[in-house]
């Protein structure tokens, strides 16, 4: 027996990319440098391979080409993000012009295509000249982000209908200022939580300003939500897992949906002394941060258990001194880039927010499969990734199962369209439909390539029942 999963009619199939990940010209056409470009420089031994963000998929030569790709695959929307050194090289002062016609001209070429353009500000990438003012830590780059917002807008308001303040804004958090994985390599929690505290702020501000335009379209944030699951049901466990929510989940959803941090995440930064400095005024601009729209990124899920091990209390203060990651016997795993596929994962984001979070308008912003050396699976030229798309089926059939149950979910967008360069990862992990050899920049379909525009021509996919 087979079964059909159909999914609505206008359900959004598309991919996400970003600025610094696929434009390259990192030096080119009055762009200013990024962190990441200043760090590179630095440290170019911290980078897979030593590649940097100079190249990458050249999308800022190559747009035409990848958007008759993008249309190759069924796109009917695609999101990447604007490059505020880009469009603003000091941050706070004069407009790129060639910046403006390459964003109005890839604006324009997407939508005569068919294909919604979903805009993100900010993917991880400060401005070196706002990072050398201390980036989030400083308030004046706080100030510095809603004027480049607001030339955003003023820009590309009116063909734009889908915008984001932020990409997992998290990231830039716990890798740059607890892991010690992205710039400034700060390992501070303090100084950590002034950085999400000014990042949230940073988006209120910037979703009052959008609000009060009456622009037609929609703002929001997407975020990285990672389900926490306790290793068993003893009061330890659960405890744990729900710090872990907390610092990693709620930090940032619950003022994004909600407009106000949990209390019990306050208190929590509290008992630990960790409070951000504030102004008064603040909580009312919190509360005008609310979304109309949540991305979601899922990749997998954060199993924990209690703490076992003493913490040495003369370390810096870390999240994992209120948990310990718990390895699941029997996990299916990605074993090329080591994270456990838990499929269902998705439904569970998904019923968290039909339930709990007034069922937001949502979608999958990011999902996807990064694996090492493809070149290994290619047959006559294209890779044959049967893997991803056993990975993007298994999901969207959870996905489907939460649709039926009422979830709010209006798209599916996988990470990433084509091969992409990943930060310190650089090309290391394979995620796109698209393969890219960086040496010739030719772009080939895999075989997930053709599969999903069969799935968005036909609105969905069969599989056998036992499946
Ligand atoms: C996502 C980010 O979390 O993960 C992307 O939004 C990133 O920017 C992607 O490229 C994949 O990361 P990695 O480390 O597996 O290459």
Known sequence: MMSFYRFPDH??????????QSEGAAHEAGKADTVWDYWYRQQPHRFFNAVGPEKTSDFYHRFEEDIALLKQLGHNSFRTSISWARLIPDGVGEVNQQAVQFYRELIHQLKSAGIEPFICLYHFDMPWAMQQLGGWE??????????????????FGEQVSHWFTFNEPIVPVE????????????VDFKRAVQVAYHTMLAHARVVNEYHQR????????????????PRSEHPADVKAARIADLLFNRSFLDPAV???????LAQWIQDHDL?????????????LGKVDLLGVNYYQPRRVKA?????NPEGPMMPEWFFEPYEMPGRKMNPYRGWEIYEKGIYDILTNLRQNYGNIPCYISENGMGVENEERFMVDGEVQDDY????????LMWLHKALEEGANCLGYHLWTFIDCWSWTNAYKNRYGYVALDLATQQRRLKKSGHWIAQVSAEHGFQVEDHQ
Do not use: K
């Open 138 to 155: 400083n308030r004046a780059v706080v100030d510095a982000y809603v004027r480049y917002a607001q030339v955003c807008f003023d820009l």
């Open 275 to 287: 409070q951000p400095i504030t102004e008064p005024d603040d909580t009312a601009m919190l509360a």
């Open 214 to 229: 009456q622009l037609t379209g929609q703002i929001g944030i997407i975020l990285n939500l990672t389900p926490s699951y």
């Open 307 to 311: 703490r076992l091990s003493a913490v």
């Open 175 to 186: 890798q740059g200022y607890l892991y010690d994985a992205h710039y400034p390599n700060v």
């Open 11 to 20: 359900f959004w199939w598309g991919s996400a990319s970003s600025a610094a």
């Open 388 to 395: 991803r798309i056993d990975f993007i089926r298994g999901h």
């Open 258 to 264: 909600l407009g106000q941090y949990p209390q019990e």
